[in-house]
């Protein structure tokens, strides 16, 4: 049978190789994942994969290695505990992320998240479109990632009972990397739907696949895009305020204990105790960050020390060298078709090479310009760039390396780089 992989796409799922083996990235709002839900997971990556996840910086679980007979047993495993892949890969709205993990304004930031994903997940209205259309909601400008997002939330403060974000637009990364533009201050919650709606419309009319909505905003530009918008939302009928007692899953004052998870790539066997932990101190939810780390709410009264303890015994708890340094790190030629370095190893000996130096950096590698590592929002990015002939007649990569000062994406400040001329550039810089 001839597997049409592009129709899978919608569904969550990549294929990784030329021998069949798939992809499957699963949807987490706001990375914010039950105890049952993530020994759902376990159980998929045990039964029918490798054993082993990986978080992505979007605060999703991507399982690799899985056969195409084998997904209909893993959406079912997904269903069954309210968890779905639909939409992750491909041109859909994918996964609601939030940055700011550890900010008082999480709260309400994991709420928004759902709220959304609940509307435009596996909704027909918004898939089949361009390319990627990706919205991240965050509790302040601190991270940047909302300069990265098609539209990116930024939340500002609340007035009449209402949370007010900034709603930022266009961003992306990728080959051609540029930063969102403003769209409109102190936007009330009731309107982020119609407004995330009306955004989706206009991309999918005026968007030639595969582009993304920065290329529309550079063709069109900043006006004629405004003018477009007001037209669109003048034609729906205005949203009324919401009436919800929904709230946070996980405490919002609550004592955080972190799991360091190198690289992104934890055994199912390590995450299923993780999710025994939640279950037993952290009311029964994970957070997945964007450093591809987990997240433990304590509960009142829980023991902190034993806590860490319990990570110390899973080799999670953020002593080993390679944990002591913010280093994000995709999947590359290890798992992913698009790679062209096989980035953990990389990783490994960028954090050697820099030794303690390192501890005070965030650090990002990407095995291809996709850039799912935001390398661009590091203090120093490396993206592999492209596979250079060597004298031998092997092929190894060249790698750009990215700095970041101000606010703004990270600057390329070397490229056609050698892992070696990599590691020495990296070693010698201020
Ligand atoms: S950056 Fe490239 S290699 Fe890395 S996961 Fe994304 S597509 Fe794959």
């Not at 206009?202 to 968007?207: D, E, K, L, P, V």
Request: net charge neutral; aromatic share 6%.
């Amino acid at each position: 049978m001839s597997i049409d992989y592009q129709k899978l796409r919608l569904d969550g799922v990549y294929q990784q190789d030329k021998d069949g083996n798939l992809m499957l990235r699963i949807k987490v709002p706001a990375g914010v994942i039950s105890s049952a839900q993530a020994e759902a997971v376990c159980d998929i990556a045990e039964r029918l994969t490798n054993g082993r996840l990986h978080l992505t910086t979007r605060g999703s679980i991507e399982l690799h290695w899985l056969k195409h007979e084998q997904l209909p047993e893993a959406f079912r495993r997904l269903a069954a505990v309210g968890l779905s892949s639909r939409g992750a890969c491909g041109g859909a709205v994918r996964g609601i992320s939030c940055s700011t993990t550890f900010s008082p304004g999480f709260a309400v930031c994991q709420t928004i998240a759902r709220r959304i994903n609940r509307h435009f997940a596996g909704n027909p209205h918004f898939e089949g479109l361009p390319k990627k259309f990706k919205v991240g909601v965050d509790s302040g400008y601190e991270s940047s990632r909302h300069l990265i997002q098609d539209v990116g939330l930024v939340h500002v403060g609340h007035a009449d009972g209402r949370h007010l974000f900034d709603i930022w637009c266009a961003g992306g990364l990728g080959r051609e990397p540029q930063a969102g533009f403003l769209l409109e201050k102190s936007v009330a919650e009731e309107r982020l739907i119609p407004l995330i709606e009306a955004i989706v419309r206009i991309y999918r009319a005026n968007t030639p696949p595969p582009k993304r909505l920065k290329f529309l905003l550079n063709q069109i530009g900043e006006d004629k895009f405004r003018s477009m918008l007001d037209e669109e939302l003048a034609c729906r009928t205005q949203p009324q305020p919401q009436v919800t007692v929904e709230g946070p899953l996980t405490e919002p004052a609550a004592e955080t204990v972190e799991a360091s998870v190198f690289a992104g790539e934890i055994a199912a066997a390590a995450f299923r105790q993780l999710a025994i932990l939640a279950r037993d101190s952290a009311a029964g939810f994970l957070s997945l960050t964007a450093d591809q780390n987990i997240v433990l709410f304590l509960e009142k009264g829980e023991d902190s020390a034993r806590v860490k303890d319990e990570l110390a015994r899973l080799g999670l708890a953020g002593d080993a060298p390679e944990h002591c340094t913010t280093f994000r790190v995709c999947p590359g030629s290890h798992e992913c078709k698009m790679g062209l370095s096989a980035t953990r190893d990389v990783a490994r000996q960028v954090l050697e090479a820099l030794g303690a130096d390192g501890r005070e950096l965030t650090l990002a590698i990407s095995g291809c310009a996709n850039s799912c590592s935001q390398p661009q929002l590091a203090d120093l990015g490396i993206v592999t760039a492209r596979l250079a002939k060597t004298d031998s007649g092997s092929r190894e990569p060249r790698f750009a390396l990215y700095r970041r000062s101000g606010d703004g994406l990270g600057e390329r400040v070397r490229e056609d780089l050698a892992l070696g001329e990599l590691i020495a550039c990296i070693k010698d810089l201020d």
